[in-house]
Nanobody, 124 residues
Framework: QMQLKESGGGSVQPGGSLTLSCTAT????????LGWFRQAPGMGRKFVAA????????WYTDSVKGRFTISRDNAKSTVYLQMNGLKFEDAAVYYC?????????????????WGQGTQVTVSS
């Protein structure tokens, strides 16, 4: 059973940058498509970005296109989320999950093996 652990969150000012990491232990990391979701207080878990098993296939929610970049390093069993130009509305707990084959890309229910999350705070 693969387990995922997120890291790299923190507090930044608007316009700042952070890089989140999600590292897997157990399982076969390269067999899975992976996604980043975020959850603000009182809200559901929302899709941010996803990356396929093959390097190069990526998807983003419209609000982060051009600012966030998802990537993966299968040798390190790690998926990254580079976040630039952070805005107040990006503040949330960020989670990574592995996507079950053949399921909807942007639906949280399609993902499993969620980590504990990492907090991103954007404040001036």
């Amino acid at each position: 059973q693969m387990q995922l652990k997120e890291s790299g969150g923190g507090s930044v000012q608007p316009g700042g940058s952070l890089t989140l990491s999600c590292t897997a232990t157990g399982g076969s990391f390269s067999d899975y498509a992976l996604g980043w979701f975020r959850q603000a207080p009182g809200m559901g878990r929302k899709f941010v970005a996803a990356i396929g098993q093959s390097v190069g296939a990526t998807w983003y929610t419209d609000s982060v296109k051009g600012r966030f970049t998802i990537s993966r390093d299968n040798a390190k069993s790690t998926v990254y989320l580079q976040m630039n130009g952070l805005k107040f509305e990006d503040a949330a707990v960020y989670y990574c999950g592995s996507r079950a084959p053949g399921t909807g890309l942007t639906y949280a229910d399609s993902y499993r093996n969620w980590g504990q999350g990492t907090q991103v705070t954007v404040s001036s």
